[in-house]
């Protein structure tokens, strides 16, 4: 009868971190890891950007004349009376003017540190899945992998 309540008691608690991991870890990994993926596409977008001002500065470009999306694929032409500031999206909807080497080290520090952080979170996130399962492992009694 009390080997009957132990397992029992067992079989809850193996429930609960297994429902913990796939109610709670899992989707937590899934957004760390979409989110992450988002920032690869800003980056690439920053990217851009460093290679377009690289070409400016190579080429000595101080006035220039672009299409510029008005929204629904309309575009007007626009004229750049100096390229020497330009204003770069920060994020939340927010832009700051920069001059083309103060945008340059934007771009820099901001690929090095959100990259970390999220790698960072993913890893922590894993680590906990594995801790989770290595209870389960020990509260149902089988040997170590």
């Excluded at 913990?20 to 899992?26: A, I």
């Excluded at 977008?45 to 070409?55: A, C, G, P």
């Excluded at 939340?92 to 952080?117: C, K, M, N, P, Y």
């Excluded at 979170?121 to 040997?143: D, F, N, T, W, Y």
Aim: one cysteine or more.
């Amino acid at each position: 009868m009390a080997m009957a309540v132990g397992a029992r008691l067992r079989q809850e608690k193996v429930k609960k971190f297994e429902d913990f991991v796939d109610r709670r870890l899992k989707p937590d990994l899934v957004n760390a890891i979409a989110q992450r993926d988002n920032l690869f596409q800003q980056q690439k977008t920053f990217l851009d950007l460093k290679k377009n001002i690289e070409n400016l500065e190579k080429n000595g470009v101080t006035s220039m004349r672009s299409m510029v999306n008005l929204g629904s694929e309309v575009y007007m032409q626009a004229e750049v009376p100096n390229t020497k500031h330009i204003f770069v999206d920060i994020g939340l909807g927010f832009h700051v003017e920069f001059t083309w080497q103060e945008a340059l080290q934007f771009i820099s520090v901001r690929e090095a540190r959100q990259i970390d952080e999220y790698t960072h979170l993913i890893a922590s996130i894993k680590a906990q899945i594995k801790l989770v399962c290595e209870g389960i492992r020990e509260l149902l009694q089988l040997p170590a992998e």
